[in-house]
Each structure stands twice: as structure tokens, then as C-alpha cells.
């Protein structure tokens, strides 16, 4: 009985320790919510993503990149207020804290897709696969909403 | 003598009225002080300054003098821009269409701080998407430039990887139906202080 009973106790010491490792979030921690869009008037070769992503997990995981069949590249964004300027800029390594969720939302963050190979059209889906350190590739369809709109069409 | 005296005192008299009523017609307009809207300011842009010209998203040459009878919402940004134009134009569209009547003396224009890529077509075709009556202004790059730092416009492009984008200060701008006053917005002006503002200014009688 003793024989069984402490390999048992190593094996869920293992798996406890495991789970704690940083950079060892699994898929079923990264929830997404709200994937939307907004649809590109004519000659606009950009458009945005927004999202909420959510971490489940225990451990801190990072988005590390995307891409999308729509765009030839996409990049993570932020907006920011500096010296009275709105300025955009890249983000390489998107933090999603243990426990918490990062809001991509206008004005704020976002995904850009840039080079469009055609334009967003209000009404479809854009696929997007969202790759994370630890999570791995994760996909998402974006909804797309009018152009400019504030939010995704309920 | 004494008939005289009144004589030259009728003259001077009528000489006086002549001058006032002259003064009326020769006074540089516009004429009535500019009305207190809150959350705007009056700027010291001259949009008759004789330099400012521009082509308008048909490509055609116009200086703001040719939207005399408009209001005018002057908004600086670019086509290539994901996330704050495409808000900022969605919201006006949603400020104007609450104008009712008024809306046909109120035009919205983009413009563009990228003149090279925002040429007229492009311009036209994406200001339509948010309201079939927004226009856009662009032209040469001097002629942008010139018209951003008469307007106080911040801006400069920044490094995208291998592309660029343009940083730049976000305002709103009000140019009156005379085309001889600008008013901005302040950070912190809200929709509803535009949508007075806007109200106001489109029911003034233009001298």
C-alpha cells in the first residue's frame, strides 16, 4: 500500500509544479471574446481587429503573433495620447497576465491588418489565428461591423 | 452769416451720417462678435489667409472661401489609419445626421495628412463610407502642410516596420459660414457640446 501510495502523491507534486511553470498556459486557458471587426470603406488597405482575450490559466501567457488569409500581415497596435498627438504604434509581446484578460478595443489596442487583399465587408467573418507563447495557435472569427463602429453588431 | 453757419453744420452733419453708414458697409466682416460655444475656442486661423488652398476629394482647386455658406467640421487624419479616424468619422456621421435640416449647411472633411496616398478618388471613396455628403481635402504635400500648421495641427510620420504611419493631434475644427473663423474643440469637448456648437453656427446669417 505504502509502495503506491507516494509515487501517487509525486506524480500530482509533478503535475502542480508543472502548471506553475511560467510559459506553460494550454489553448483551454486563453478564452476569446467579442472578435470583431469594422469594415473597410474603398481605398483603405488597413483594417482592425478587436477582441478581449482572456487567461484562464495560472500562468502568464504573451501574444507572440497572428495572421490572417485576409491581410499580409497582421501586427498588434496601441494608441496612445503623447504631447497631445495620437500616435500608433507596434507591440511585439502582448502580455495576458495569470488570471487576468486584455481588451483590444478602439482607441486602445488592436490588431491591424495590413495590406488588405480585399476589403472587410460589413456582415462576413475574417478568420484570424492568434498565436501565444504558451497557448500556442489559437483561431478567432472576427465579425465585421460597419465602418467606424463603436462596437460589433449585436 | 448765421445761415451760413447752419449750412456748414448740415454738411458736417451729413458728411458724419455718410461716414457711419459708409463705415457699416466697409466694416470687415464678419460684422457680429463671435458667439461663446462651449467646449470650443476661437482660433487666430485665418482660413482667408491667401496661401491656403487645397483640391477637394473631385479634384477640383478650392480654398475654404468657395464653403462660404457652410459650416465646415475640419477633422486632420488619413485614409491609411485603422482605428481613429474611421471612430472619429463614424461619430460625426452620428452628430450630423442629428442635425436634421440644419445638416445641409454643415459639410464634414477629412483632411489628409498623407496627400501622396489620399489622393482625390482615394479620399472620395472612403469619407463617402461613413456619409455619402463628407468631402475630403488634399493636394501637394506643401499645400498640406501649410494648411496643418495654420490650423496648429501637430503631426509627423513615424516608423511601422517597414511602412509609416502619422502621428498627429486629433482635434476638431469648426471654420463658420462666413469661412472666416475657426473654432477647436478642447480634449475633453464631447459630442453633444459639437452638436450645439454646430447649431448655433448653422443658423447665423452670414453678412
Redesign the interface.
Known sequence: MSDLRYPRAAIAGALVAISLLPGVARAADIVIERPWS??T????????GYLVIRNTGKSADRLVGAATPAAA?V?V?E?RM?????????VDDLEIPAGGSVHLE??GL?L???DLVAPLVTGTTVPVTLEFAGAGRVPVELAVA?????GPTP | MVATFWRAAAIAALALLAGFLLSLVLRPSPTAPAPELPGFYLSKTDPAAPDLSFLDQDGQPRTFADYRGRVLVVFFGF??????C??????L?QVVKGLGPARDRVQVLLATLDPER?VP???K??????DPGFGGLTGTPDQMATLAQRFYV??RK?P??A?Y?I????ATYLVDATGRRVYVAG?DTTDKQLFAALGVLASQEIP
Open positions: 469594422r469594415a470603406p474603398p481605398g483603405a488597405t488597413v483594417g482592425a500581415m501586427q497596435h494608441i503623447a504631447d497631445g498627438e495620437m500616435q500608433m504604434r507596434e478602439p482607441g488592436h491591424m491588418l495590413m460597419p465602418p467606424g463602429a463603436p | 485614409v491609411r489609419c485603422p482605428d481613429v474611421p471612430t472619429r468619422l463614424f461619430e456621421a489620399d478618388e482615394v479620399l471613396g472612403y469619407v463617402a463610407a461613413f501637430a503631426w513615424a511601422l516596420g511602412d504611419t502621428d498627429h493631434s486629433a480634449s
